[in-house]
């Protein structure tokens, strides 16, 4: 039953024509949508902001949280034909300001409280300094007007912008990374195949859904029929429960998912807590060595299935249910259907199996480049393809291990953290005189951020609270900020200058952590 549409509308019609009374959403609170209602939702919703003055080619800008309704807003815009600007809702006034003022946003939505953050004020806030409608939202208050309002559909637009994907990358503000609805669609289909996603299946979608990531997951549930269980905010205990309750096939979606799965696992061993398992989708985080085996004795299926990718060039690489464990338990899985994948060594030429380089790829998910188009430059090479900026080995079967990065980015969580924008806010405190931030094996992160500072002559050793606290208040979003303080007589240089956090990582990855 799997539909091969590019375009995000026409899949959202061809599915609610196919399997119109089919289950496609569920919610923590215990909503649910078929794909029938969720194409109405959709048309209603567009409407409503057709005539809030939304257009074909408007830019807007949300951040809202894994909501029913963030879900029918994609389609919703989709309709419109406009260019979404999705943002995770870990995100300030600092990014999100500079986000829709590089992408030169008509709107902004965002939730009015969530999480203690008072995101309505925010919106005030960009709106009064940017030309654009702010508007705060709560479920179940999402503008929504007659249908027959609408203008026709624009067909033959799956080649053309209709996102824009912030990621942080390596300096402190964010690249936008423009994509269209065939390359989410080429991964979504490559996913489904791999992930062995099919019609009546019940995946997991309880990571935030403004991540390319999540998107994905709502291409494939439309393309193969497939239910999504969702959860706007993911608890070890509350969010397990659920996903047991409702026969959760896919629960994922990385290391820090998948170590909580077990934990409620082993407070009942007696009994399946997933007995419709298929396998446990993983990525955005390193995994122990021994988690595979953990999660496919104890938890059943076919244990972690593993991918790897960026914001610029989503899901590159993964594995399949029918990989041997040894791969599972190692690698990232193959290359995607489509993906020309190289990994090119220091001088430049192409490495053997099982050498070391720089991944590149060209594949049909690649963005269409960066909106600021003064990065693309750097981020292509002279034959075309894509730096990733991550050191790779792929062996002589094609299967790819992620050793390290170029890149300076701790990934915690699943979500990018440059370490240059912390450092450089650091800089700016009395007491530090040099600083480091470096990431460190965490067994419920992935990895968590550590700033080594060495402190000015006659001044006090700073404090991790203070640290907290000055960072907080100069604006950066609360999962950036350290969790981990040291503080040493001077920051390890090479020759040349450049620090070596590889030996401040070897110095303090086995220093005992109390989260």
């Known amino acids: 039953m799997g539909i091969e549409t590019n375009d995000l509308w026409n899949l959202v019609l061809e599915r609610a024509e196919l399997t119109p009374e089919s289950e496609m ?305 190692t690698s990232e899985g193959k290359a995607m259907p489509g993906v020309d994948l190289i990994a090119v060594t220091a001088d430049g030429s192409v490495a053997r199996p099982g050498e070391e380089g720089e991944l590149r790829a060209k594949a049909p998910q690649l963005m269409l480049g960066y909106l600021d188009a003064s990065l693309d430059a750097e981020a292509f090479d002279e034959n075309g393809y894509f730096r990733t900026g991550d050191l790779g080995i792929i062996d002589e079967d094609g299967y790819v291990v992620i050793s390290g990065r170029l890149k300076d980015v701790i990934i915690r969580h699943g979500e990018n953290i440059s370490a240059k924008e912390v450092e450089d806010l650091l800089f700016d405190h009395p007491q530090v005189s040099d600083v480091a931030v470096i990431g460190l094996p965490d067994s419920v992160t992935g990895e968590r951020a550590c700033a080594v500072v060495s402190i000015v002559d006659g001044q006090d050793p700073i404090s991790l609270p203070v640290l907290r606290s000055y960072l907080e208040n100069a604006g950066l979003r609360k999962n950036a900020i350290p969790e981990q303080l040291e503080v040493i007589a001077s920051i390890p240089r090479n020759p040349s200058g450049k620090i070596t956090k590889n030996v401040l990582q070897e110095q303090f990855k086995n220093i005992p952590f109390d989260r």
Request: with cysteine.
């Open 25 to 329: 959403l569920v919610d923590e609170q215990g909503r649910r949508l078929t794909f029938l209602e969720y194409k109405i939702a959709s048309q209603e919703m567009a409407a409503g902001f057709y005539e809030l003055g939304v257009r074909e080619g408007d830019v807007v800008t949300w951040e809202l949280p894994t909501w029913i309704e963030t879900i029918v807003l994609t389609a919703a815009l989709s309709r419109l034909g406009a260019i979404q600007n999705p943002i995770i809702a870990i995100y300030r006034e600092r990014e999100v300001g500079f986000c829709v003022r590089q992408a030169k946003s008509s709107f902004l939505l965002t939730p009015k409280e969530y999480r203690g953050f008072n995101f309505e004020e925010m919106g005030v806030n960009i709106s009064s300094a940017s030309q654009l409608t702010a508007l705060a939202v709560e479920p179940n208050n999402f503008p929504a007007a007659d249908p027959a309002i609408l203008p026709a559909y624009l067909e033959g637009q799956e080649h053309a912008l209709r996102w824009l994907c912030y990621t942080s990358g390596t300096t402190s503000d964010p690249k936008g990374a423009k994509h269209t609805d065939a390359s989410i669609a080429a991964i979504g289909q490559s996913m489904g195949e791999r992930l062995d996603v099919q019609f009546e299946d019940r995946p997991a979608l309880v990571f935030p859904f403004p991540h390319i990531g999540g998107l994905t997951w709502l291409f494939t549930a439309l393309q193969t029929g497939a239910t999504l269980i969702c959860d706007a905010a993911f608890d070890p205990v509350k969010t397990t429960e659920l996903l047991s309750q409702e026969g959760c096939t896919h629960p994922g979606a990385g290391t820090p998912f998948h170590m909580a799965y077990l934990t409620a696992q082993r407070e009942n061993p007696a009994n399946r807590i997933f007995p419709n398992v298929k396998n446990f989708p993983g990525g955005g985080a390193p995994k122990p060595p021994t988690l595979h085996a953990e999660v496919k004795e104890e938890l059943g299926g076919s244990g972690i299935v593993s991918g790897w990718g960026l914001t610029e060039a989503p899901i590159l690489t993964m594995g399949a249910a029918t990989d041997p464990d040894d791969k599972l338990a």
